[in-house]
């Protein structure tokens, strides 16, 4: 048992029948001595639910219940007291701290809870101004009482915006306490709480506010299926994408912004995708993807319909994604021709665009040579609109950038493709990429069928030296085998073709 539950039981003992006057004064003495910090910090934020302290319980039952143990009997009590005292001794210790108490006793005394809170939540932005040791547990009481009451989400917005305002008596270590204890709210709430999307709202805007957004990026993985959990509408979901990208953007971090930018863009509906609204955030993404040093590939905003919606709103927009979609550097020309001054307009970065369109030039080019695997020289530099001396310097970027992998060949001068990236894969592709597979489907059967034929002609081979050794092993059988056998029946009995034994001499010796 804590400290701090051991207190409260204290308290409860104080008010329960047979506790005779020498122990009630010595408890109330007890009680009396400990400054108002070690009171209220006692007044802790549950943890969440403890699914494995079940197995962890004491193991000794409880004398007069052998089914009840000694934990599960402190909690009773511990229930008893956080019902008997939490709600009106809490509140006034709260009042006190923050110096209402004169305002709350006669709330207190006609139980006006709501009217009580009212009170405590107005005044409890004085609490970033308490000592840094105290922050914690003032804010856990508090939000202990918050929590107790019959509608908590009346009051924990207005909780959630006092911490997200500066902690001015700890300016270092402030925003990680602020930090945590929004953090425990969240943690404290159901999953399915609709009330956990206005505390990580918060959460989202303290981390950005103080440049903690790595903080928030780790849970950023989940955010999908919370908001599911949650289930908000579209507008909801809509603000909260949009604030975690201006969270990543203030990072430093453009392609995660640009990820929860088109995740808001999504949220429109057909009815609403050509509102101002819809306009502003569509062209937000849009840029984005635009001035991205490493977005080439445009086909995740194509499929969206308030994408789809510029062709009426935003037609110049329109055409523009298409030039960057499909097109090449040739047409991007024309189209800054044709919409002379609009880009220096629109604040975009001539430069970069017409970089980004000349990489993706040189990945059609690289496309389009599927079949030869070669580029010459000549031609990408006038696809590209670049003297020959710039070539090993664009393609050195092109192969940085993901979109080509070939070599330079000097001696040729030509571009070997090994791997072309296609911008768009639409019926010309796909044609070629049926002759592909039809080129490969007719190469693998001319492998198939060499292959068969080599296999006949091994079996072939190895079927006239079997024969050929057959043959020379059966000759040999024909010839010796009856001279041998007509020797040894012979009347002589010596023995078949062996010699007769040679005389000795003397010269043996």
Request: overall charge negative.
């Amino acid at each position: 048992m804590t400290a701090g539950r051991r207190r409260w039981c204290k308290a409860l003992l104080l008010r329960l029948p047979g506790i005779n006057s020498v122990h009630r004064q010595k408890l109330q003495r007890d009680q009396d001595k400990a400054a108002f910090y070690a009171r209220h910090s006692a007044y802790e934020v549950p943890s969440p639910p403890d699914h494995d302290a079940h197995d962890r319980r004491d193991p000794h039952p409880h004398p007069r219940d052998p089914h009840l143990r000694y934990s599960d009997y402190l909690d009773l009590i511990l229930q008893r007291v956080d019902d008997e005292l939490g709600r009106h001794h809490g509140r006034r210790e709260m009042a006190d701290y923050l110096n209402v108490g004169q305002d709350v006793k006669p709330l207190i005394e006609k139980d006006q809870q709501d009217e009580i809170l009212k009170k405590l939540i107005i005044a409890s932005a004085a609490l970033n101004m308490v000592p840094e040791r105290e922050f914690t547990a003032s804010y856990n009481l508090l939000v202990y009482l918050v929590l107790q009451s019959k509608n908590p989400n009346m009051f924990l917005s207005r909780v959630c915006d006092n911490l997200v305002k500066p902690v001015t008596s700890s300016p270092q270590n402030g925003p990680g306490l602020a930090l945590g204890t929004l953090t425990n709210i969240f943690n404290m709430l159901k999953p399915d709480d609709e009330t956990r999307y206005h505390v990580f709202s918060a959460i989202v805007r303290f981390t950005k506010l103080n440049g903690l957004f790595d903080q928030l990026k780790k849970y950023l993985p989940k955010l999908e299926s919370w908001v599911q959990e949650w289930d908000i509408d579209e507008e909801d979901e809509r603000k909260l994408y949009e604030a975690v990208a201006e969270a990543a953007s203030d990072a430093g971090d453009d392609e995660l912004s640009y990820e929860y930018v088109l995740k808001a863009v999504r949220t429109f509906d057909d009815e609403d995708n050509k509102t101002e609204e819809a306009q502003r955030l569509t062209l937000r993404a849009l840029k984005a993807a635009l001035l991205s040093p490493t977005h080439y590939d445009f086909s995740d905003l194509l499929g969206v319909p308030a994408v789809s919606a510029l062709q009426e709103t935003q037609p110049v927009y329109y055409d523009l994604l298409m030039v960057f979609a499909e097109k090449d550097l040739e047409d991007y020309k024309q189209f800054d021709e044709e919409h002379e001054g609009w880009i220096e307009k629109e604040k975009l970065d001539a430069d970069k665009l017409f970089r980004k369109m000349r990489l993706l030039t040189f990945a059609s080019l690289a496309a389009a040579e599927s079949k030869s695997r070669e580029i010459p020289y000549a031609k990408i530099s006038a696809a590209l609109q670049i003297p020959d001396e710039e070539i090993e310097m664009w393609t050195i970027d092109i192969i940085r950038a993901g979109l080509v992998e070939g070599k330079l060949s000097q001696r040729q001068k030509v571009f070997l493709v090994h791997r072309a990236w296609y911008r768009v894969f639409g019926e010309k592709q796909w044609r070629e990429l049926s002759d592909r597979v039809d080129g490969w489907t007719s190469t693998l059967k001319d492998v198939a069928a060499a292959l068969r034929r080599e296999q006949a002609a091994v079996e072939s081979a190895r079927k006239r030296e079997q024969e050929e050794l057959e043959r020379k092993l059966a000759g040999a059988g024909i010839e010796d085998r009856p001279q041998r056998g007509g020797r040894r029946g012979g009347a002589g009995g010596a023995g078949g073709d062996r010699p007769p034994p040679k005389p000795r001499t003397d010269d043996d010796d």
